[in-house]
């Protein structure tokens, strides 16, 4: 019982090997192969990006060929996501470009649409906004209260 056994978890590991190297190999593209992205925007004349490229604004009404592969697509400039970053915590400027960006991957000869939602960003940026003001008057108000106390 315990040689069959044995000879039983020998073959399973053997053919889930073999399998799982022809699940994974890799086949190289050719140099031409060329793939398409869609981009559909709930906004109009936002600047749209590829790989920090920008492509053009919304509406875009052509598929835009592309090289298959993973690619990002935004509708934010490369500039202003590095501002984030440098003023912004992790966790919040991941918030903000969970929204706001999509990596896709793009197969050889296929197209991919991706969907870009603008207003849920919009409303983020004015609660911060609003959020700013609420602080800065809060701040403001203890402030002359100090001063007014202390005379």
Not at 20 to 49: G, H, R, W, Y
Not at 117 to 145: C, D, F, H
Request: glycine residues 4%; hydrophobic residues 45%.
């Amino acid at each position: 019982m315990d040689q069959r056994l044995r000879l039983l978890l020998a073959v399973l590991i053997t053919s889930t090997t073999v399998f799982s190297q022809k699940d994974t190999t890799l086949v190289p593209q050719p140099e031409d192969a060329i793939a398409f992205l869609s981009v559909s925007c709930d906004s109009s004349a936002l600047d749209i990006f590829v790989d920090d490229i920008l492509i053009g604004q919304t509406p875009i009404d052509e598929p835009i060929p592309i090289k298959p592969g993973i690619h990002t697509v935004t509708y934010l400039s490369p500039q202003f996501v590095s501002l984030l970053r440098e003023y912004y915590g992790p966790e919040e400027v991941e918030s903000i470009l969970e929204k706001s960006l999509h990596r896709v991957y793009v197969a050889p000869g296929k197209s991919v649409t991706v969907n870009l939602w603008w207003k849920p960003y919009e409303k983020y940026l004015v609660a911060q906004k609003r959020w700013g003001w609420i602080k800065m008057a809060v701040g403001l108000t203890v402030a002359s209260m100090l001063l007014v106390l202390n005379i």
